[in-house]
């Protein structure tokens, strides 16, 4: 459904549920669209295997908790934690998207690009730091539940 949209923007292919890269990044900046709520099947993108599980969104809070919003066992996650020790865990079959996003950073080469375009298309702003080169792929990018 959402994959459509990202289709129709030039020079943008096909999400593969991976991290976005630079180009990718650049792009989120132009993206618009109108929804209230984001549902499981919104950020779906299933293979042979299944649905695949993946980071959707990685930082930290003021606080300096890790922030992470993933997509696990058919629920969208937001788990925040510090030293490794849950603050809270709460999990989704649909969720209004502000309550995912952090109010101090994200660290966009670990977030999804197809979730991340889809925030921006919903009219929201994600606080991105820095691009960080050096971060070397990974499914998850924080602790799981």
């Known amino acids: ?22 180009k990718e990044y650049e792009t989120l900046k132009s993206l618009r669209c109108d929804n209230e709520v984001i549902t499981v099947s919104d950020v779906s993108e299933e293979t042979a295997e299944g649905l695949i599980d993946r980071t959707l969104l990685y930082g930290y809070t003021p606080s300096r908790f890790t922030w992470h ?26 969720v209004e998207p502000k309550i995912l996003i952090p109010n101090k950073r994200l660290y966009p080469e670990a977030c999804d690009y197809s979730f991340c375009a889809l925030l921006i298309t919903m009219g929201f702003s994600l606080p991105f730091t820095t691009w960080n080169p050096d971060r070397k ?4 990018y924080g602790m799981v539940m």
Do not use: C, Q
């Open 69 to 94: 919003v993933y997509l696990k066992d058919e629920r969208i996650h937001k788990l925040i934690y510090a030293n490794r020790e849950p603050v809270t865990h709460d999990r989704f079959e649909s």
């Open 1 to 22: 459904m959402f994959f459509d949209l990202l289709k129709s923007v030039d020079s943008i292919s096909e999400p593969e549920g991976e991290e976005m890269n630079e």
């Open 137 to 140: 792929w990974k499914i998850f």
